[in-house]
């Protein structure tokens, strides 16, 4: 039960687009489509971006997209706003019929 | 309006038990599997552990395994997780929640702080 590798932090100027990858393995992220991210505010619950792999939540921003290749899932936010600044955590289904969460990344909004 | 409610949290010394409860409202409960989720102080989720909606199937995360036990009761609408020889490590804000398709419900946490 390893976490999903995620880049500690990325950054960001206001309009630009980032990317964040969340790497796993064939038993968790390569497996299923059931790749969910979260962003979580300091001291919030996390609050859910994405879910299986590439669909949004009705409420959720256009600017959110998510994909999946292989083993690796990446969730992209374009025209990047203050607002954005937060964690972000991808999380996925394994084939112990268990969850894991990746380890999460800052998001700076420069 | 749905609400997840944690409840039970506290200091505890290391070896101790702790019992942590999570009302539910505006949803329904028992047509659902419920998770219990961690967050260390200054760290990531970690996943707990997770019961289907009739309680017929029950899973662990291996750094628990053996000392929690998750439970819970559709006719109160309420999950449970018992907390038993607890560490330092297990320190954490304990969230329950639900996740299924478009659908992610959280509470505002519960504070767990294993300590001497």
């Known amino acids: 039960q390893s976490a999903l590798t995620q880049p500690a932090s990325v950054s960001g100027s206001p309009g630009q687009s980032i990317t964040i990858s969340c790497t796993g393995t064939?038993?968790?992220?390569?497996?299923?489509?059931?790749v969910s991210w979260y962003q979580q505010y300091p001291g919030k619950a996390p609050k859910l971006m994405i879910y299986?792999?590439?669909n949004r939540p009705s409420g959720v921003s256009n600017r959110f997209s998510g994909s999946k290749s292989g083993n690796m899932a990446s969730l992209t936010i374009s025209g990047l706003q203050a607002e954005d600044e937060a964690d972000y955590y991808c999380s996925s289904y394994t084939s112990s019929s268990t969850w894991v969460f990746g380890g999460g990344t800052k998001l700076t909004v420069l | 309006e749905v609400q997840l409610v944690e409840s039970g949290g506290g200091l505890v010394k290391p070896g101790g038990s702790l019992r942590l409860s999570c009302a539910a409202s505006?949803?329904?409960?028992?047509?659902?599997?419920m998770n219990w989720v961690r967050q260390a102080p200054g760290k990531g989720l970690e996943w707990v552990s997770s019961?289907?909606?009739?309680?017929?199937?029950?899973y662990y995360a291996d750094s628990v395994k053996g000392r929690f036990t998750i439970s819970r009761d559709n006719a109160k609408n309420s999950l449970y997780l018992q907390m038993n020889s607890l560490r330092a490590e297990d320190t954490a804000i304990y969230y329950c929640?639900?996740?299924?398709?478009?659908?992610?419900?959280w509470g505002q946490g519960t504070l767990v702080t294993v300590s001497s």
């Open positions: 019961i289907t909606s009739s309680s017929s199937y029950i």
């Open positions: 064939s038993s968790d992220v390569g497996g299923y489509n059931y």
């Open positions: 505006g949803f329904s409960f028992s047509s659902y599997n």
């Open positions: 299986e792999v590439s």
């Open positions: 929640a639900m996740w299924f398709q478009l659908l992610s419900y």
